[in-house]
């Protein structure tokens, strides 16, 4: 069964310092995919950005970043230049391929102090 | 374009009572999903559809009954509501495009049950 685990409960960062939020996963299946969402207090979900675990690469949506260490088995989110805004929790999850869900960490709630 | 919708936003129930939630998406989106997400939680799959007139058990379907209507719609419904069905409930959506599927969330329903 796939888990994924997210250690840092809550994370406090200066605005504009980079803040990496961990997450690792288990999964038995080869190919699977991660996702990073972003729930601010009004409590949508927004998706941030997406890795797969056949991509060569690691993935890169502006201002975010995933650091994907396959033999770690981790997906940690990096977010350059925090702002203000940034300010939310933060989920982690996986999909194994062809599966129909997603299997989401507790979370971590990053607070950007002035 | 409303991309998910949810209704109601907010709902009070008695223990006991039934009620249907419901959820809609304008994406063309084949497959559709509920979670549930419980304070201090990630979220948890209750029930998902991966194509119209299909439905299937997710993580946590005990308490619960879906029906998806047509492709747009996919309803969830508590036939009587217990204390520990007090949450937040989201539906999603996401296109059937490859093997890992971004999903995008409606707003959200807060529910408690007395």
């Known amino acids: 069964a796939q888990k994924i685990t997210q250690t840092q409960p809550g994370m406090f960062v200066q605005e504009k310092e980079a803040v990496t939020l961990d997450c690792t996963y288990d999964t038995s299946d080869p190919s699977y995919g991660l996702f990073w969402y972003k729930q601010p207090s009004s409590g949508e979900m927004i998706f941030l950005i997406y890795?797969?675990?056949?991509?060569?690469q690691n993935a890169t949506e502006g201002r975010y970043s995933l650091n994907f260490q396959k033999a770690r088995k981790s997906a940690n989110l990096v977010i350059s230049a925090s702002q203000l805004g940034d300010s939310a929790m933060y989920f982690c999850a996986s999909q194994e391929a062809g599966a129909q869900k997603l299997v989401f960490g507790q979370g971590t709630r990053l607070t950007i102090n002035p | 374009n409303a991309g998910v919708t949810q209704t109601p936003k907010f709902q009070v129930l008695k223990t006991g009572q039934s009620m249907t939630l419901q959820c809609a998406q304008d994406m063309n989106h084949n497959s559709m999903y509920w979670y549930r997400q419980d304070p201090g939680m990630g979220l948890r799959l209750i029930y998902y559809s991966a194509s119209e007139g299909t439905t299937d058990k997710g993580e946590v379907p005990n308490g619960y009954n879906v029906s998806r209507l047509n492709k747009r719609e996919f309803s969830l419904r508590l036939e009587s509501a217990a204390p520990s069905q007090t949450s937040v409930y989201f539906c999603a959506s996401s296109p059937e495009t490859k093997d890992y599927n971004e999903q995008f969330f409606g707003p959200g329903t807060r529910l408690t049950v007395l």
């Open positions: 890795q797969g675990s056949y991509d060569q």
